[in-house]
């Protein structure tokens, strides 16, 4: 039997058509650039749920440091209207202790007795009312600041600086940081000018919030 020659075209015998075939290496390299566009596609997806979470992040606890502020408040505050109550009946003691002369007081030894417990209740009071915020403004001999004081009448003095408070009706009281109630003044007038206070010098915050809730 003759030998027959190999078949170069046969695909057994690596002849031509086991070549490449350029259309498989197109549809490879078409699946290759939808793959690649499907993950670039993804990564920007991933980025912006990235994004919305992080802004969401930032809303919750932008929130929630609201929510610890306003209770901060509400706790500072609460006992505003309950604290101008208790600083009215403190003014009664002040009015007991003014109404006694002092030389009245050193010849009553029953009257100075008397004077001394009245004080020292007073004094105990603002002790107290000190360990809740509460104080009560040195208004004499300074600046009158509208912020901080009610000036109920000028007070003709050519020895004190207009503008200086030479006489206290009513003390004032500050709750933390805001006024609670303010001092009933006189102000000196006619004196000599005050110099001009720095930029920013003497703002407070506003007056204790009236709607706060009771303690």
């Given amino acids: 039997m003759a030998?027959?020659?190999?078949?170069?075209?046969?695909?057994k015998r690596g002849g031509p058509t086991a070549a490449a075939d350029p259309g498989a290496q197109g549809s490879d390299q078409e699946g290759a650039r939808t793959v690649h566009d499907v993950i670039a596609a993804?990564?920007?997806?991933?980025?912006?749920?990235?994004?919305?979470w992080l802004r969401a992040h930032a809303e919750v606890e932008n929130v929630r440091k609201r929510a610890e502020r306003e209770k901060e408040e509400t706790a500072k505050y609460a006992v505003t209207r309950l604290a101008r109550d208790i600083i009215g009946v403190g003014d009664n003691f002040q009015r007991a202790i003014n109404a006694v002369p002092s030389d009245a007081a050193e010849n009553d030894p029953a009257l100075k007795s008397f004077l001394e417990g009245v004080t020292l209740t007073e004094r105990e009071l603002l002790n107290v009312l000190e360990r809740h915020g509460i104080k009560r403004q040195q208004a004499m001999n300074e600046p009158f600041n509208p912020h901080l004081h009610q000036a109920v009448m000028e007070i003709?003095?050519?020895?004190?600086?207009?503008?200086?408070?030479?006489q206290v009706f009513q003390p004032g009281?500050?709750?933390?940081?805001?006024?609670?109630?303010p001092a009933m003044v006189g102000v000196a007038k006619g004196g000599p000018k005050l110099p001009a206070a720095p930029d920013g010098a003497g703002s407070v915050p506003p007056p204790a919030n009236e709607n706060a809730p009771p303690g």
């Fill in 3 to 11: 030998n027959t020659p190999p078949n170069d075209s046969d695909p």
């Fill in 173 to 181: 009281f500050m709750i933390e940081d805001r006024v609670l109630r």
């Fill in 156 to 166: 003709p003095r050519s020895d004190v600086p207009e503008g200086i408070i030479v």
């Fill in 42 to 52: 993804l990564q920007v997806e991933a980025a912006d749920f990235k994004d919305k």
